[in-house]
């Protein structure tokens, strides 16, 4: 075969490996192997470039093929080996023309390829609307009143998790009892976008919280007042200064927690606000940056403060031994798919199930830039924060001792039962990877209902948060949790499909790009709505294992997207596009 000479120092300021090169091709789904003159000059590029370890590489490309056949591959591998040197030219540079030849970006930096392909997937997102869920009269009046001034279904699901995530830091004096262990409000929380997806609204939920960082850096500017008088004071005296009387300076005290800082700072600014706060952040990659330095790498304070574990540190200033001992740290993040890859790389990192996602389409049209311009939504959740204020005076002085938070009998069997059937349908459907996220999502459960429950008393004289003990959950607050979390787990489950990495065999997976006949008669046999069951019973006459079966919905849900999760056990059709 005679082969057009390449050059190979043509590619070498490519500044990129092979191993990259075939990545890119069969993440974008490219078949280069179209013809056996392109699949044996694909063997002999591989076998000049990698040698025998391009075979994985070869099987990989080859695989894209729908006539891909395992042993013959392997055969012609070992030929291509073997008669390597008789290529006709053909070397590894090979390769990266015939990438670039089925319009593969072979540039060094990857990130804006790797960023669009997953802008794509995002936008092919189908996971559900929780508010579409919820009767409004049964949210809390302060959150009604949020969603009124939002303009789309998927805005108020946006602006709704935020604003409970970012209260969920300055919910210090009511606790309950979750698994044994007191566990208090705050949430993780991440809005997983494409870029101009207005996720950027979310800035306007830190102004519900500005009403009580006024209130907290008046009271500082106070203190700082008086430790300057004192302070001169003290000078004045000279040389009869008695040094224990020297005045203290206050700590600088913020509820906003920087997320740009050293984990020592990070962990002190905790510290000088009592061991709560909030931190927000627009571009999740500013923390993704900060913790893989090495001044700043503060994952495992993040992971230990989710479940209010001490977080201890020594700081360098009067070699002071810091413990803060029940942390209630608050985190709410916007991000792009990519910068959500550079936080959580992996699934086996702890992060991932301590978060809660939520996935946002790109919107296509146009949308109506003066539609209800009378309502300024940074003032209409500044009011709502005043509104919240009283009863966070209210909370602040129960820090100590806090209200007790409490399900009622059937509101825990409730929970329970939903959250055993969902562990059994998510281990089964997409891995047991998924297992520590509905674990967590439970407890996430639990705290979106505390947080409704103290977001109910706003305007209400229904608890007196200054003189109660303990109080129960409301119906209407336990079943909006619920149907919050019915939403997110398809959210968290689509998050770990598509953008972690995950073992290779996974990834084989997650590159097809058609269902294999097996696959499309289960799928055409269902009718719209669906149940587990269903499938179940269909599959029988295959002989296929439960495990195997229930596992397909998990490919129908994250990988073909073609269905979606309406509850545990049930499931509709993607209906196609017009």
Known sequence: MKEKKFCPQLWAGVGIDVETVVDRIVTNGRDITAGYDNWLRLGFALADGRGEAGREMYHRLSAMNAQYNEEECNRQYDACLRDSGRAGGVTVATLFQMAKDAEISIAKDTENVVSARLVEMVEMVETGIFIDRIAHDDLPPIVQRLVECCD????????????????????????????????????????????????????????????????????????????????????????????????????????????????????????????????????????ATTMRSDYGDYSTGLRAAFHHEPIVYNRRKDNEHVDIQEPRWAVLLTGTPQQVVNLVPDAENGLFSRFIFYMIERRTEWHDVFSNDDVIIDDVIRDLGRRYLPVYHQMRDRKEHPVTFRLTAAQKRRLNSFFKELQSEQANQIGDDMVASVRRLGLVCFRIAMILTVLRSVDEEAVKWDSVESVECDDRDFNTAIEIVNILISHTAMVYATLLRHDESRQEENRMTAMSDIQRKVFDAMDDEFTTKDVLAYTKQFNMPRRTAENMIGIFLTRFRCVTRIKNGLYSKVKPSA
């Open 152 to 287: 789309t279904r998927h805005e108020a699901d946006m602006m709704t998790l935020g604003m409970l995530v970012a209260v969920s830091g300055a919910m210090p004096g009511i606790c309950g009892v979750y698994d044994r262990r007191r566990v208090y409000a705050p949430l993780y929380g991440c809005i997983v976008a494409p870029p101009a997806s207005s996720k950027g609204r979310l800035t306007a939920c830190l102004k519900f919280l500005e009403p009580i960082q006024s209130e907290i850096r008046a009271a500082n500017r106070r203190e700082m007042s008086d430790y300057k008088v004192k302070m001169a004071e003290y000078q004045a005296l000279g040389r009869k200064a008695n040094p224990a009387d020297h005045p203290q300076e206050p700590p600088y005290r913020s509820l906003f927690i920087p997320a740009n800082s050293s984990s020592t700072a990070t962990y002190q600014a905790l510290n000088d606000n009592g061991g709560e706060g909030l931190t927000f952040e627009t571009e999740g990659d500013v923390m």
